[in-house]
């Protein structure tokens, strides 16, 4: 029992002393903590400070917002990270700048490892907001996703297509390969094909076309004038290939092509010009021997 006891009262005594050791730490680090925290406090206030600034100059560069939030983003992480880095030093003394970068560099390799394709995403999204290729509202065609641009994030961009569906691209695809943004400008030119007989005249035909196209009210003569020009001999039909310029949005283009389809239509035939169908001419070498029905019978 007596050596029980001793074994308690000696366990007692090294917590205590634990204990009181960490204690005195504690008081001794007390005036550490609290300029770590006047220096996180400090931080804070610069941190707000150069975000403020930072919106005012980006709204009067008339920046994109999601630019504006990875600058604002940007500006945070590093401020914090620099405050905090200084807090620890602050507190711990024996953990220096450089020992905690090294730490702090060999855990961002690994980091790097596993989150290679997210950064890449993110380091693309980036430069897609800077460069600004495109913009939200433009229609834009990469690989095989074609579509109006809704949303331009950190990590992918959300492409509204055509047939109503929302397809998200990561941005690092897009950023990769080659995009077609099809309405940079306000106008593009699109073009159709329309034949007509071989026993037509051509410089007619082209005439009466060049009126038709001219009067619809969605092809943009005022921009570029038509072109109207016998492009090959077809199977059955002169083929003239018609451009002009439109609206570059997608639904302009094909409301466009149906009114300079029906304007051509109608000319053609107001005018009297054979659109023709496909003709088959079959050619026999070998003279073919035709009998008649009563010869067949009388000989039967």
């Given amino acids: 029992m007596d050596e029980n006891a001793d074994l308690l009262n000696d366990a007692t005594?090294?917590?205590?002393?634990?204990?009181?050791?960490?204690?005195?730490?504690?008081?001794?680090a007390l005036p550490r903590f609290g300029f770590a925290i006047v220096v996180l406090a400090v931080a804070a206030l610069l941190i707000w400070g150069v975000k403020a600034t930072t919106r005012r100059v980006a709204r009067r560069m008339n920046l994109r917002r999601n630019l504006t939030?990875?600058?604002?983003?940007?500006?945070?992480?590093?401020?914090?990270?620099?405050?905090?880095?200084?807090?620890?030093?602050?507190?711990?003394?024996?953990?220096?700048?450089?020992?905690?970068?090294?730490?702090?560099?060999?855990?961002s390799v690994a980091i790097g490892f596993a989150f290679k394709d997210t950064f890449e995403n993110f380091l693309a999204g980036?430069?897609?907001?800077?460069?600004?290729?495109?913009?939200?509202?433009?229609?834009?065609?990469?690989?095989?996703?074609?579509?109006?641009?809704?949303?331009?994030?950190?990590?992918?961009?959300?492409?509204?297509?055509t047939d109503g569906q929302l397809v998200v691209v990561p941005n690092a695809?897009?950023?990769?390969?080659?995009?077609?943004?099809r309405t940079n400008r306000e106008f593009r030119r699109t073009s159709i094909i329309c034949g007509v007989a071989y026993g037509e005249d051509v410089d007619e035909a082209r005439g009466v076309i060049a009126e038709a196209v001219r009067h619809v009210d969605s092809v943009r003569d005022d921009v570029r004038d038509i072109q109207v020009f016998a492009k090959a001999f077809g199977a059955s039909s002169i083929d003239f290939e018609i451009t002009w310029w439109t609206g570059s949005a997608p639904v302009d283009i094909r409301s466009s092509r149906d009114q300079v389809v029906a304007a051509i239509k109608r000319a053609l035939d107001d005018a009297g010009i054979e659109i023709p169908f496909p003709y088959r001419t079959l050619t026999v070498n070998d003279p073919i021997e035709v009998k008649s029905v009563k010869a067949e019978s009388d000989a039967a």
């Fill in 69 to 107: 939030d990875v600058i604002l983003l940007l500006v945070s992480v590093i401020g914090w990270f620099l405050a905090l880095l200084m807090a620890v030093t602050i507190v711990f003394p024996t953990v220096t700048p450089s020992n905690a970068l090294t730490t702090l560099g060999l855990g």
């Fill in 13 to 28: 005594s090294i917590w205590q002393d634990v204990v009181l050791t960490w204690g005195e730490a504690a008081l001794a």
């Fill in 173 to 181: 695809h897009l950023f990769h390969n080659p995009v077609q943004v």
């Fill in 126 to 161: 980036i430069l897609i907001l800077m460069r600004e290729p495109f913009e939200i509202g433009d229609h834009i065609h990469c690989e095989e996703v074609e579509g109006q641009v809704e949303q331009i994030t950190i990590r992918d961009t959300h492409i509204r297509q």
